[in-house]
């Protein structure tokens, strides 16, 4: 039974930075790729970035610069470390993964970015 927890986010004033997890169990984990995705209110999902199973990361272009994904294989662990942010980064932030062929969602991470 594959299962993601998040942990991190929270309310940072802008300029901030700040750090969420995602711990994958059930899965072989250094072999999935994980997505992260945000989902602003009354917006669509967007992908925030993929941390590649061999540990490259693409980022959508908005975020390249300040975000910055990695993973811990021996903790089957990914992160999104998140820096100068933004107002406009405020959003439920989700990781997820793919094992053959089915998605699988953490439960999201609320990130609060004040003025």
């Known amino acids: 039974h594959v299962q993601l927890v998040q942990s991190g986010g929270g309310l940072v004033q802008a300029g901030g930075s700040l750090r969420l997890s995602c711990a994958v169990s059930?899965?072989?984990?250094?072999?999935?790729?994980i997505y992260w995705y945000r989902q602003a209110p009354g917006m669509r999902r967007e992908l925030v970035a993929v941390?590649?199973?061999?540990?490259?990361?693409i980022y959508a272009d908005s975020m390249k610069g300040r975000f910055t994904g990695s993973r811990d294989n021996g903790k089957n662990t990914a992160y999104l470390q998140m820096t100068s942010l933004k107002p406009e980064d405020t959003a439920v932030y989700y990781c997820d993964i793919d094992v053959d062929g089915v998605y699988y969602w953490g439960q999201g991470t609320q990130v609060t970015v004040s003025l």
């Open positions: 059930g899965s072989d984990f250094s072999n999935n790729d």
């Open positions: 941390v590649k199973s061999g540990g490259d990361v």
